[in-house]
DNA sequence: GATGAATGAGCGTTCATTCAT
DNA sequence: TATGAATGAACGCTCATTCAT
């Protein structure tokens, strides 16, 4: 019974590995709060519940630090987005998922979200390149269902008009509307992810689709 | 005579106005390569010739210096796409023409850009607001556009099944995927600003076009 | 009258030059005191008048601020010597001056004598690289003098069993000796700096001279 | 059996004088190598092959290590001098056989010998204090050999010039110029001891014996 | 109008030392 | 006997900002 009063503040004697991961998710809660230079490695450890030291014991600096949270961030969402789109349905369908789940994360997880999308061109080179290849993660994905949505219907119509510089172009277009879409969620919250999904495909697979088909627009001469 | 000794760095007296837009034009470059917090007053002071001093009695503080920036940007890119969106042709006309300008203007005015895009969520909640205004400006245009768009083919058709909010997705989705687009430049210097708006066109507009005629992509239940 | 209160604090503006010699007087004391290591910047600054961030932006960083005192004293060590030395006499007697100068600098210029001579070796390498320099300033006037007093009496001989590495090794057995003696002047303070020099001139000079001379000592076989 | 899975690391339960012994020499390494204050305890630990907890369990604080690792190499090094120097021989032959064990000793224990002499002289009342009562122990032995050299040439001469204060003075110069030779030494490894040590006999004790005899340097009026 | 001189406040990092097991 | 886990207290350094001229 006494000893519940110190259950407040058990200054709990833990395990490296446990104590490794609870720094780092207080740190992905505080860096994506305070963005990277404004985020004071005092308010990490405190959030963690321990003292500063102990983040400098066990992930080197504040730098490695944020490359750690990248990384746990980076897993967390890809797998999500592999996972969903995984399968042998039609590429469409695939993709459809994997946007649900994409969505999904990002309404779940909107720490990992920040960092990995609001942090880049004020960041040493290390964390830039951990970045960029995290970003190439998801984009190489996307990359990849739309190349072969492409083929699919293509190979209905034996033309092959659309190529892989325009699935590439497709994939950029694609992340890019979805990253933005991610701010119009918040404001609609009653939207749920699949929703929000199917509004993106049918804005721009319908229309790739349809160019594939060669109803093509283009500007009056 | 001796006046010639000086000549090298004249230490002009400029009035006030011409300075204080110096002093903006110097703090852009600075914000853009550095950020926000690792750019430092000194550096910036520098660049535009003068002593640090000079700086916050016309600019007052890092903090006002920096709206000072984004609001030069932000109505330097508002200018230019509204200009190029004017008119009394078709909405999808007026927008390929905007989207155009903006990818023009993204292109010459990099740092610009940068400030804009690339610094939100490490900043004081003031610039923050800042920023969101600045972006906001953009959307509008857009979502005005598309709304206007759908109008028109609506009119066609007398159905009305895309509102509002549907405007208002699209214009997100629309700015988001020009956002990643940007980077997609980067790498295909061969494509040119209005090439990259006609792509992106064909992409969504075609699309919605089709959404309108009742063409809906659902997944399969 | 008023002003007069203020005496005591005047805070005074001082040209760069001024402080920067002010501050390394400052830093002289403090290493010299405490050692490289247990020195701290704040009382560096504090002895100096100033805050800290002054010492950093004249003298760039810790080492940098070590390095200053180490020219500073080795300069100043250097030139009481060399000027002590100089001039057409007989090496010997030159050398014997060289030494009165070294003896006399070091009672009056303790600290710089401690920052000389008693760091630690393991001072980052640009600091060890300056102590080295410094040291080899005294060390070559020394090993000089040695050697043409060696050639003098050679001359006179004709025999030449001497040569310039028995140079070398007297120089730096002469040079350490009056280290330490600077150490026994400490508990003999009646005795002048020409009595000291006097006294080692009388052990190191005379035996060499009867080296010379053939009268050498060898342990029993 | 289990006990097999330990066997790569014994983790020896040692008795506690040699493990205390173990970390005495560890830290002789570190804090040779690395100074005192830039040496760490962790690394003390790691070389001495156990946890940090239990150097402080042995030694008590960093201090008390460091003036252990004194005691031990002033004994180690006292004694190679005493024994050496030990015998029923004339004290010019003894203090050559002295001095000869000492450059052996520093050529064969380089750590001691740092740990001795390029301490910086401001570390803690504690440890001077040590190192002042090692460096004496030294001296002493140098001292007496001396003051029993001067005697015996004055016994021979019955004249008595030199004095108890002419022994100290000469013995510390002797040291000084001993540990100034150990730097020669590092840069002429074909030397031996006893040939470093001959040399600097013929340096010194020759120019005392003169001076004993009259033959005094005197610089001109 | 313009600047060289100066600082308060804070941050990343380290280290000797101890606790709980 | 032995250690992994944990921290209080500094220290080097930087930066936005202001004062005196």
Redesign the pocket.
């Known amino acids: 019974m006494l000893t519940r009063l110190t259950v407040e503040k058990p ?6 590995s446990v ?1 490794e991961r609870e720094i780092v998710e207080a740190a992905l809660r505080v860096f994506a709060q305070r963005g990277y ?1 404004a ?4 308010e990490i ?1 405190e959030v963690a ?9 066990y992930l ?4 490695e ?1 944020f490359a750690a949270c990248i990384r746990h961030a980076s897993a967390a969402m890809t797998a999500a987005f592999r996972q969903a789109a995984d399968g042998g349905d039609a590429p469409e369908l695939r993709l459809w998922r994997g946007l649900s789940a994409f969505f999904g994360f990002v309404a779940e997880h909107r720490d990992s979200w920040v960092i990995l999308h609001r942090q880049a061109p004020q960041l040493g080179a290390a964390i830039t390149e951990e970045l960029a290849r995290a970003r190439d993660a998801v984009m190489d994905e996307v990359r990849g269902l739309v190349w072969r949505g492409i083929a699919d219907a293509d190979a209905d119509e034996g033309e092959g008009r659309l190529g892989q510089e325009d699935a590439d172009f497709v994939a950029q277009a694609l992340v890019g509307a979805a990253d933005s879409l991610t701010d119009w969620m918040e404001t609609h919250p009653e939207e749920s992810s699949e929703r929000v999904a199917l509004r993106l495909m049918n804005m721009v697979w319908v229309g790739m689709r349809d160019v594939l088909d060669g109803e093509v627009w283009t500007p009056p001469a």
């Open positions: 200054r709990r004697r833990l395990p490296r104590r230079h985020a004071v490695v005092d450890a519940g321990i003292s500063k030291p102990m983040v400098y014991l080197g600096s504040k730098e630090l």
